[in-house]
């Protein structure tokens, strides 16, 4: 549930949002869409929605959009 | 204290055109589409090489006074927004002046601000009038950030458009006419950020100085003659502190969000302002977007979104509606304005 949901938000940062499919084991530099924008936009998010701060240099440790969750996880813990 | 109004707005593209198709042809890894979905953007307008500021603001005034609303012996003070200036000195307004045959007991003066500009040229002329200063201001945006910008810098080439936009405000409102009256403003400043948006040479600090063009792992070409962003740096401000700004002005002027009938902001890039549109909670059809066919004129962009939401009637008699600018400085600012 946390992580369909966590999927959504993330999905709804690309500009085609509806149209690409995303899972947790998806390489999400390899979407077409994806640039460095999406990427400050998906840290904007993660404030947001889940109240933490997620430095750039996090993000760029991370490959699939499940290494995301599981930083996300292990902050909001 | 007089009230203020915008009167009317006209404004002013170049001739020359750079679209979508020009910039993907030389920097093949972007196609026409993604730049257009990232964006919003299909073309800018381009001043030719001997076209500055000064010209462009002439244009856009005599359209105004073209217009047949205002009479340029009643103009009893102008102002002109610029980072483009024609000269260090003296300042173009009183170039201006002259070229448009306004009368010599007016005042006039320059104020350098980039996409904040428009906001605070309000708040200036709000001012001037409020205080009995002036009575009828000629209020120009113009900016020529193409000739700031590198020819391989292909970021600010796909954003930036040269414009320049002329706003007549007035202390004068007839029964039945389209104006609005300017409310209250919400400011913020952060000069932290200023090395975000920057043009380092060609000041008094570094007057001479041709540098390097350097190339970062991404490809960015940067050279410090040339304009400068850290569009991370900008999207993060943006992000952040706009809708905090946003809450403040709605705030200052003792409304709701939900009171704004609607919202119009510093046309950046499509991409930011729907960013700002999501974290603020304002619903799509109360959130202008307007820069297909113009891109991010700075300081001019919110005159001509104005312009166009009034000449496309979304604007009703009655209408508040949000303006906020927002930018290099940094520097931002909110206004409501009532029609």
């Known amino acids: 549930m946390y992580e369909d949901k966590f999927i959504e938000n993330f999905k709804s940062q690309f500009i085609d949002g509806d149209t690409i499919a995303v899972d947790a084991s998806t390489d999400f530099r390899q979407i077409e869409s994806w640039d460095s924008l999406t990427g400050m936009a998906v840290l904007v998010m993660i404030k947001d929605e889940y109240g933490i701060d997620m430095s750039d240099t996090d993000l760029k440790k991370c490959k699939t959009v499940g290494d995301i969750i599981d930083y996300v996880s292990a902050k909001s813990n | ?339």
């Open chain 2, 1 to 339: 204290m007089k009230k203020a109004y915008i009167k009317s707005i006209q404004y002013y593209l170049p001739e020359a055109v750079l679209d979508n198709e020009v910039i993907s042809k030389a920097h093949p890894e972007w196609s026409i589409e993604k730049i257009a979905a990232k964006t919003g953007i299909y073309k800018r307008h381009i001043a030719a090489e001997d076209e500055f500021s000064s010209d462009m603001a002439v244009k856009a005034a005599e359209k105004l006074f073209a217009s047949e609303q205002v009479n340029r012996e009643d103009i009893d003070f102008v102002i002109l927004c610029t980072q483009s200036p024609d000269y260090f000195l003296p300042t173009t307004a009183c170039l201006l002046q002259d070229r448009l045959q306004l009368r010599k007991n007016i005042g006039a003066f320059d104020f350098n601000l980039g996409c904040s500009g428009f906001i605070y040229g309000l708040g200036i002329c709000k001012g001037l009038i409020a205080t009995g200063q002036a009575s009828n201001i000629l209020f120009i945006t113009a900016e020529t950030y193409s000739k700031f910008i590198h020819q391989e810098d292909k970021s600010n080439k796909t954003l930036f458009g040269d414009a320049a936009a002329a706003t007549w405000i007035s202390a004068d409102k007839s029964e039945g006419e389209v104006a609005a009256e300017i409310f209250d403003f919400s400011y913020s400043t952060d000069g932290n950020g200023a090395g975000y948006l920057m043009v380092k040479n060609g000041g008094v600090r570094n007057r001479y100085s041709q540098s390097e063009t350097k190339e970062d792992e991404n490809g960015y070409v940067s050279n410090d003659d040339y304009l400068f962003m850290d569009g991370k740096a900008i999207f993060n401000f943006t992000a952040f502190q706009v809708p905090q700004l946003i809450k403040d002005t709605v705030a200052k002027n003792e409304l709701t969000i939900d009171e704004i009938d609607l919202f119009i902001l510093h046309q950046a890039n499509e991409f930011m302002l729907q960013t700002i549109r999501k974290r603020t909670r304002i619903p799509e059809d109360k959130f202008l977007i307007h820069l297909r066919d113009c891109g991010n004129t700075v300081s001019s962009t919110i005159p001509i979104a104005l312009y166009h939401a009034i000449n496309d009637h979304k604007i009703k008699a009655g209408n508040k509606v949000l303006l906020s600018g927002f930018g290099v400085g940094l520097s931002a600012g909110g206004v409501v304005i009532q029609y």
